[in-house]
């Protein structure tokens, strides 16, 4: 593959990722925010498509053309810069996969309980408590800055 093709799938797949977080974190944030169960519920079920769709594939292109274009630096382990950043990713990859998305899977789970009887129980507000704590990033989790807007 070409240079410019390795290049154009990178950007690509930073903006799939970045905007993926971007949007599913304001929307589920302001779904939260209407306490109720039903937008609750659809907003978290999105959280999960989009994941899959979106996160993952944002991810994945990322990685493999990162790795692609690396090779113009001398690999990763060439200069510090591309090594620290290759390192942040992976340990931002780390934290998504064993933190935060059994937080969405038990958020998930949940929810489909609660569409149907209305009530939020307060293990739904921890999860998105202790995930907004953990997360490196506002992925699947409460945007402070959004959080005080009333």
Same mark, same amino acid.
């Given at each position: 593959? @070409?240079?410019?093709?390795?290049?154009?799938?990178?950007?690509?797949?930073?903006?799939?990722?970045?905007?993926?977080?971007?949007?599913?974190?304001?929307?589920? $944030?302001?779904?939260?925010? $209407?306490?109720?169960? @039903?937008?609750?519920?659809?907003?978290?079920?999105?959280? *999960?498509?989009?994941?899959?769709?979106? *996160?993952? $594939?944002?991810?994945?292109?990322?990685?493999? /053309?990162?790795?692609?274009?690396?090779?113009?630096?001398?690999?990763?382990?060439?200069?510090?810069?591309? *090594?620290?950043?290759?390192?942040?990713?992976?340990?931002?990859?780390?934290?998504?996969?064993?933190?935060?998305?059994?937080?969405?899977?038990?958020?998930?789970?949940?929810?489909?309980?609660?569409?149907?009887?209305?009530?939020?129980?307060?293990?739904?507000?921890?999860?998105?408590?202790?995930? *907004?704590? /953990?997360?490196? /990033?506002?992925?699947?989790?409460?945007?402070?800055?959004? @959080? /005080?807007?009333?």
């Amino acid at each position: 593959m @070409s240079h410019d093709t390795w290049v154009a799938l990178h950007v690509l797949g930073v903006v799939v990722f970045l905007g993926n977080l971007v949007v599913t974190a304001v929307w589920k $944030t302001l779904a939260d925010r $209407t306490r109720d169960a @039903s937008v609750i519920a659809y907003a978290q079920r999105l959280v *999960t498509i989009t994941d899959v769709s979106f *996160t993952a $594939t944002g991810a994945a292109l990322i990685t493999l /053309s990162g790795f692609a274009l690396a090779d113009d630096w001398g690999g990763v382990t060439g200069p510090s810069w591309l *090594t620290v950043g290759v390192g942040l990713f992976a340990a931002a990859g780390l934290i998504w996969l064993t933190i935060l998305i059994p937080i969405q899977i038990a958020q998930t789970r949940l929810s489909r309980r609660f569409a149907a009887t209305g009530a939020i129980p307060d293990r739904y507000w921890r999860l998105a408590q202790r995930c *907004t704590c /953990s997360a490196p /990033s506002p992925h699947c989790c409460r945007l402070r800055t959004f @959080s /005080s807007w009333r």
